[in-house]
């Protein structure tokens, strides 16, 4: 069965600081990945996806991600954190062929020091 | 609609009660999907729906709870006899079909007492 690791349960970095969130997965095959990102009280939102092709994917409010295939690892990363990035960020993975349920990790939870 | 709507957004239940949730998808959306989020956790799926077909419910933890879509629009997801370990916030997604990103709802919280 596919699973998604997020060994960072909690994250604190100063306001302007460069961010790194891990994910590790596990699949038979390489999945489509994604990254969540949730609000207090607001819906997931989708920073960005990877299907295939460029390892190095751009997503909304300056974030971007690398997969590397050799880690299993999709790791999260923006060069210099917002205080409004503070949220809850979620790696997900989907099974090849799309159309499939998401399986979540458990979380990142980010605060931004000012 | 402009996005996913859930409702009711908050819901309180005695324990054995009967409590249905309803998501309104994308206009469109072809695929539609219910997660659980317990506190701390991430999201874990329940059921797919393809148009009016329940294509996956492997998720779904019991015979007490049961989802459907009749016309391939709204979905319904219906607890039985809730027990206080049915609480969590209760997702829904949709998308307009593979490789396409996914819309989530803002979710319905049941607080089961």
């Known amino acids: 069965a596919q699973s998604v690791t997020q060994p960072d349960i909690h994250i604190t970095v100063s306001e302007g600081a460069s961010l790194e969130l891990r994910c590790n997965y596990s699949?038979?095959?390489?999945?489509?990945l994604f990254w969540y990102v949730q609000s207090p009280g607001q819906g997931l939102q989708l920073l960005l996806k990877?299907?295939?092709?460029?390892?190095l994917v751009q997503g909304i409010k300056g974030f971007e991600a690398e997969f590397k295939r050799s880690q299993s690892s999709f790791n999260l990363r923006k060069p210099s954190v917002h205080w409004s990035d503070a949220a809850e960020y979620f790696c997900?993975?989907?099974?090849?062929?799309?159309?499939?349920?998401?399986?979540f990790g458990t979380g990142t939870q980010l605060k931004v020091e000012l | 609609g402009a996005g996913v709507s859930q409702t009711p957004s908050n819901k309180v239940t005695e324990k054995g009660k009967y409590v249905e949730l309803r998501c309104d998808p994308i206009?469109?959306?072809?695929?539609l999907y219910w997660y659980r989020q317990s506190l701390g956790q991430g999201p874990e799926f329940l059921i797919y729906?393809?148009?009016?077909?329940?294509?996956?419910d492997s998720g779904l933890p019991n015979d007490r709870f049961f989802a459907v879509r009749p016309e391939g629009s709204v979905s319904t997801l219906k607890i039985q006899r809730t027990e206080r370990g049915d609480s969590a916030v209760y997702l829904c997604?949709?998308?307009?079909?593979?490789?396409?990103?996914?819309?989530f709802g803002q979710g319905t919280r049941l607080t089961v007492v």
């Open positions: 997604a949709s998308r307009a079909g593979s490789n396409t990103e996914a819309f």
């Open positions: 699949y038979g095959a390489t999945p489509y």
């Open positions: 990877y299907f295939s092709g460029d390892t």
């Open positions: 997900a993975v989907e099974g090849p062929g799309g159309g499939n349920k998401l399986t």
């Open positions: 206009s469109g959306h072809t695929a």
């Open positions: 729906f393809q148009g009016t077909g329940a294509a996956d």
